[in-house]
């Protein structure tokens, strides 16, 4: 496999809320500019960050939909659940690579883990993705409820005014916008419950769907779009 260098890459430190400062070099190398959105994903132990209109929310990558806009003095914002997972201390010092498709941050004691067969990776899906393919993880929160994000909406073709119906086809719940006609998509049980998008984006599952599927405060979900569907299973994590 050819070997992929880095357009640039520099050594950061994160702050006490995990902003990190780009480079001038980086900024410039990705055509950056002030209020630019990303969007974020991980693989392994790497922190992939793509521009807002990039696909990012692939099977592989654990994309949860969080975005952050670009500070004019060329800061960014690591976002909270992806510190916490990858356990990203305050003043963590991290390795930042610039390709021509996305930002890769690692921290630089996971330095040793890095190979270049994983970016070659990453950097292949990124192009291959496409906009049919949406996957998104997000965990049940200590309110029960999901939290999203307008990001997430929109790749579900979903706004915050929208109102979600809820079916059963087998042991997943699935989600389309909601309509008068009760009758159910082929291969799928009609629950009767909906629930609307609230005013701070976070999504309720009926509580008697959440008994049915064995769903519980933090756990994390999957969310798979095909069509105008969107399936939600519970995801097993490994030791």
């Known amino acids: 496999m050819k070997e992929v260098k880095a357009i640039n890459f520099a050594y950061k430190m994160t702050d006490d809320v995990g902003r990190i400062m780009l480079s001038r070099k980086i900024i410039n190398g990705f055509s950056l500019t002030p209020n630019d959105i990303f969007t974020f994903g991980i693989y392994k132990h790497y922190i ?21 806009k670009l500070h004019s003095i060329g800061r960014v914002s690591i976002p909270l659940e992806i510190r916490e997972q990858l356990e990203i201390k305050d003043h963590q010092e991290m390795h930042i690579q610039q390709f021509d498709n996305c930002i890769i941050f690692n921290r630089s004691i996971d330095d040793g883990k890095n190979s270049d067969d994983d ?20 965990q ?47 291969g799928m049980t009609y629950t009767g ?3 609307k998008v609230d005013h701070v984006v976070k999504l309720d599952i009926p509580k008697k769907l959440k008994e049915v599927l064995n769903l519980n405060i933090g756990d994390c979900l999957v969310f798979y779009k095909k069509g105008a569907m969107i399936y939600v299973s519970k995801l097993e994590r490994k030791n």
Do not use: C, H, W
Request: hydrophobic share 35%; no cysteine; charged share 35%.
């Open 140 to 186: 049940i929160k200590d309110d029960g409820k999901v939290q999203l994000t307008d990001g997430i909406l929109k790749a579900f073709g979903f706004n915050r005014q929208s109102r979600v119906q809820y079916f059963l086809k087998e042991n997943t719940l699935v989600l389309k916008e909601f309509t008068f006609d009760v009758k159910a998509p082929e």
């Open 119 to 138: 970016i070659n990776y990453i950097l292949k899906r990124l192009k291959e993705a496409s906009k049919d393919e949406v996957f998104v993880y997000r």
């Open 193 to 195: 419950q909906s629930r």
């Open 48 to 68: 992939i960050m793509v521009k807002e209109n990039q696909n990012i929310f692939l099977k592989e990558f654990l994309t949860e939909g969080s975005q952050r």
